[in-house]
């Protein structure tokens, strides 16, 4: 019997086309991907499949039903790990964990049992011991993921629906993740994966399904599923070589740095961190979650103030202001650029070009406070042609837009704002790969043209002919520093656990680990 | 863990306390048995109020139900001039007609709300309005006679009286209640909406939960003032609304939804019941009702504030 079968499924959202004419076959027992670019219809065909939405047209059949509300498809043995992370802040592990499996009226299982199954699914799943009645604020965002995957793996599905969720874990994670994806297709259960990850792809699926402007263009079995064939059908592969090569540049460390961290700790005991940032230079940043990164690049870009130690950056070679602001940082021409889109960057009631916009709304009124709305519209051309940003029409509501879309504007505002220094935390997160090139090839032109850019991510392979030095964290400090040469993922992996030397990974790990 | 899932009911249990002394300080025959009997009679139709009010905003999507005051006034001069003037009494058949009246309203609500998605605050704004009116078409002053066992439980004299019967049983369909899946499914849909419909939530029988719940509450409420007032009054049950609002947030209950019980509502309800006394003890005269909304409004503040002070600290260490 096959798990799902789709046929010429169209789906728009407004005026913006998301799927036509999208088909796509697997079966019971096997892991199978979708893949492309972003805005082709990967999302929208996952969400059809678990019943979020509904098809204009075509046939839908997975597990013998046709899914109209959430609540159908996992009546069917249906479960979905959504690209956001569905989980209700103010309640606890537990109650989110086991979120909707109880009937109307009565519960399926007793509380206790429930707090039990969280945290030793918990354990297993995250290797982190959590007491189950901590409320899920409190968590840390790869936390809350697990409990998502928990959440579904729980239920133990005929059908287990991945949107790109590996994304928000790291390394290690992923390598559980696939474990427990493997041991649901051991149990004759089918995997459908939404993913990025390419090297993800090669390793775990069985089959995948490649779209491209929201059309089936190509199915590739296990043996021919390799990164050129999946290029060459999402039609990124030019961009993808053109834009992998780089020059070395020399960076004058002569001059002050553009922006600089003094003996800054992330804690009250914590190592005390000094890192610089010149005007033309990459810095790429790296760790595994929760090593002190993300609270650095706050840190750096005057959204959480240091406890200790000073951010500055140059003004003369005299003079120094210190940034413990958001509005030092603006007045200093720092902008920082989120990867968790939903979180730190869209609104989302409003419209595409109210999100490139307000932060230009200052500069670009008169004096009486009316905004210049054709400067406002130039601006957003440039940026758009620049980006190449996918839209139906620019007052839609920026929701209408794909993930990547949408981070494309998040990135066309920071630009626009012509910042010195640029601070991106993860923005590659649910990005494709001709997308995320692009940008490279943006931030690239940033730097020659005078801009520093500080990039954290999670994806280590992102800074290989990218960035001019690395910093890894490990701890709560910077561990190591790479420059360009000694960028590699062997030196990168190594520091982010800790050793100084490459560890060598016995086969098993190894092979997913350094992908 | 039950400290985490309490600390909202230190405030209005420290507002109880502290009026509780001042009323005993300064009024202490509301501490005698007669003087008991009295208090829960007159507080009783606010405290259900508050109650009913409780799960629609657990439920979220900013859920304050306006309309409250005037529902408990219409169930009241129905009462009056529908069932009391044209004989029928039974008590079965009144007890069932406020409920269901009560219900009946609530569903229509919340038909509103989900199917034709208007916010909360606006169906139920409307439906105030709407009440308000079609009460003072139905009894354009206070009069009428409320059915004659009813009107008994106005003396208010005896401590063991249906009045607190109805409160402890209200409280048992509460706890009942709150041991359903049901309740934790409206839990999480207030929490957040989109979790709960993705994870397999049916939102819309959550939704209409919550407010049958409220409607059931209503009717209690409703059959509580009418004891109180011994008759019909169409613009009594109006101020309930604010006070309502004002015990649900005392209470610690979060309009954002997901959070929040019974018990803070009613503590709410009390600590305002309390307020009205202590400030009944002072001889303001003719200003006296003034001072009672200026008194509500600065508690609402100060509780606000010192649960924002409370609790900010604890969550960003967490």
Known sequence: ?515 | MLSNRLSHLWVPLGLVLILGIMAAVRAPQTFTYVGLAGALLVAAPLILAAVAITPIAIAGRGGVDLSIGPLIGFVNVTIVVWLSENGITHPILVFAYAILAACAWQMLLAAFIIFVRISPIIASLAGFMILQGVNLVILSRPGGVAPEWLGNWGWGTELLSPVLYILLAAFAIWFLFQRTAMFQHIRLMGADERTAYTSGVDIIKARFAAHLMAGVFAGLAALCLTGLIGSGDPTQGNTLTLQAITALVLGGTSLAGGKGGITGSVLGAVAMYLVFVVLSSFNFGAISGFMTQLLYGLMLVFALLVALVTTAPRTRAA
């Not at chain 1, 009124?365 to 029409?393: H, M, N, P």
Request: one cysteine or more; a negative charge; charged letters at 25%.
């Open chain 1, 1 to 515: 019997m096959p798990a799902i079968s789709l046929q010429n499924i169209a789906k728009s959202f407004g005026e913006t086309r998301a799927l036509a004419g999208a088909s796509l076959h697997c079966e019971l027992g096997e892991i199978h991907a979708i893949v492309g670019e972003n805005g082709s219809g990967k999302s929208t065909l996952a969400k059809i499949i678990s019943g979020v939405a509904l098809p204009d047209a075509g046939k839908v059949d997975v597990l013998g039903h046709a899914p109209t509300t959430p609540a159908e498809a996992i009546a069917a043995g249906i479960s979905t790990i959504y690209q956001e992370i569905m989980v209700a802040e103010e309640l606890t592990v537990w109650e989110n964990t086991f979120a909707g499996t109880d009937g109307l009226w009565r519960r399926k299982t007793t509380t206790a049992e429930k707090k039990r199954l969280a945290r030793e699914t918990l354990l297993r799943l995250a290797e982190v011991d959590i007491d189950p009645d901590t409320p899920v604020s409190a968590l840390p965002l790869s936390v809350k993921q697990w409990i998502v995957i928990a959440r579904a793996v729980l239920q133990k599905p005929k059908l287990l629906i991945f949107d790109e969720s590996s994304a928000a874990l790291d390394l290690e994670a992923t390598n559980r993740l696939h474990k427990e994806m493997l041991a649901l297709k051991e149990a004759g259960s089918c995997v459908l994966l939404v993913t990025h990850r390419i090297a993800e792809l090669v390793k775990i699926t069985d089959s995948a399904t490649v779209l491209s402007d929201g059309k089936t263009v190509g199915r590739l079995e296990k043996s021919e599923i390799t990164e050129k064939n999946l290029l060459r059908l999402m039609s990124a592969d030019e961009r993808h070589s053109a834009a992998g090569k780089r020059e070395n540049s020399v960076i004058s460390t002569a001059h002050k740095p553009a922006l600089e961290a003094c003996n800054v700790q992330l804690a009250a005991n914590a190592w005390p961190l000094d890192f610089k940032v010149h005007a033309g230079e990459i810095v790429g940043i790296a760790g595994l979650d929760g090593a002190g990164q993300s609270e650095f690049v706050s840190i750096l870009a005057g959204i959480t103030p240091a406890p200790a130690g000073k951010v500055q950056v140059w003004g003369a070679s005299t003079v120094s202001h210190e940034i413990t602001s958001l509005a030092d940082a603006e007045a200093a021409g720092i902008t920082y650029v989120s990867g968790d889109r939903k979180k730190e960057g869209l609104f989302p009631n409003l419209s595409i070009l109210e999100n490139f916009g307000l932060a230009l709304y200052d500069r670009m009124a008169s004096r009486f406070g009316v905004i210049d709305r054709t400067q406002l519209s130039a601006a957003f051309d440039d940026e758009e042609l620049r980006l190449s940003i996918k839209y139906g029409d620019r007052s839609d509501k920026i929701t209408t837009l794909s993930g990547g879309n949408q981070q494309k504007v998040l990135i066309a505002r920071a630009f626009a704002l012509s910042p010195k220094v640029i601070i991106l935390n993860d923005p590659a997160r649910g990005v494709d790969i001709g997308t995320k090139q692009d940008l490279y090839t943006h931030l690239r032109d940033f730097a020659s043209n005078g801009g520093a850019v500080v990039y954290l991510s999670t994806e280590i392979e992102e800074f290989l002919n990218f960035a001019d030095r690395a910093d890894v964290f490990f701890e709560g400090g910077i561990f190591a520093s790479f420059d360009q040469g000694a960028i590699t993922e062997d030196n990168l992996l190594a520091a982010m656990f800790g050793q100084t030397k490459p560890i060598v990974f016995d086969e098993d790990t190894g092979t997913e680990g350094v992908a």
